[in-house]
């Protein structure tokens, strides 16, 4: 075995684990979520609570997913275009990460202390 296709199927399995993260980080988001919605002291909050910890799934599997795209193109294919597509996958990545951020928090990043103050933005919802 040469040392590329170590390094692929290295990248295929901390890929499948960046996926497996999504999916069972999701299917216990919504298992958890459940039973608060049966519950009516606790029905109000459960869709919140589904969306932050769904949102966590995701924002993990996306950091794992990232990683995987950096082996590959450090270790395997190390060409300006490779570079460019790990360049163009991670700032969409981060794009996408910021904003599942932004909607699970209800707040800019920057203005989280405002939360941890005590004074939370107009319709923003307090940490959990």
């Known amino acids: ?14 890929e499948a684990v960046g996926a497996a993260i999504m999916v069972f980080g999701g299917a216990a988001a919504f298992l958890v979520a459940v039973p608060r919605a049966l519950r009516a002291d606790t029905r109000a909050r459960a869709y919140q609570s589904l969306r932050r910890n769904l949102g966590r799934a995701i924002l993990l599997g996306l950091e794992v ?3 995987a795209d950096i082996i590959r193109t450090i270790l395997v294919t190390t060409t300006v275009e490779s570079v460019l597509v790990l ?12 904003s ?14 405002r939360l941890a103050s ?7 919802q307090p940490p959990e």
């Open 1 to 14: 075995m040469t040392f590329e296709q170590v390094i692929t199927a290295l990248v295929q399995v901390v």
């Open 65 to 67: 997913l990232i990683v």
């Open 118 to 124: 005590g004074r939370a933005a107009p319709g923003a």
């Open 87 to 98: 360049a163009a996958i991670v700032l969409i990545r981060i794009l996408l990460s910021f």
């Open 100 to 113: 599942l951020e932004v909607e699970m928090d209800g707040v800019w990043p920057w203005a989280r202390w």
